[in-house]
């Protein structure tokens, strides 16, 4: 990881922001900038909040839920493969002790 860092601008719902951050994650935190900022306007678009803050509140409690939303749909998927890996690990087992009595 590099200690490298720069300064960059990110534009989130039509305000800039200076931001300093490792060179490898300026990418990242592009489109993370881009992702806030598509969220926040969304709701001030909608009409139902019109207080700058509220709807950053907003926009990060939906991404929040979002975040936790597929951390848990990872660790169910983890937990489904964990068991089929050991089902699969004790049938191998099953098999290779049988064929090491027929012969």
Request: with cysteine; glycine share 2%.
């Amino acid at each position: 990881m590099s200690e490298d860092k720069q300064t960059i601008q990110v534009s989130i719902a039509g305000k800039r922001y200076t931001v300093i951050c490792p060179s490898e994650d300026v990418a990242a935190l592009n489109q993370a900038a881009n992702h806030l900022s598509q969220h926040m306007l969304r709701i001030q678009n909608s009409g139902a909040i019109s207080n700058p803050e509220r709807i950053a509140v907003m926009a990060a409690l939906n991404l929040a839920h979002e975040l936790l939303t597929e951390r848990d749909v990872s660790l169910d998927y983890k937990t489904v493969v964990e068991e089929k890996m050991k089902l699969l690990s004790a049938t191998m087992d099953e098999v290779l002790i049988t064929a090491a009595d027929t012969q």
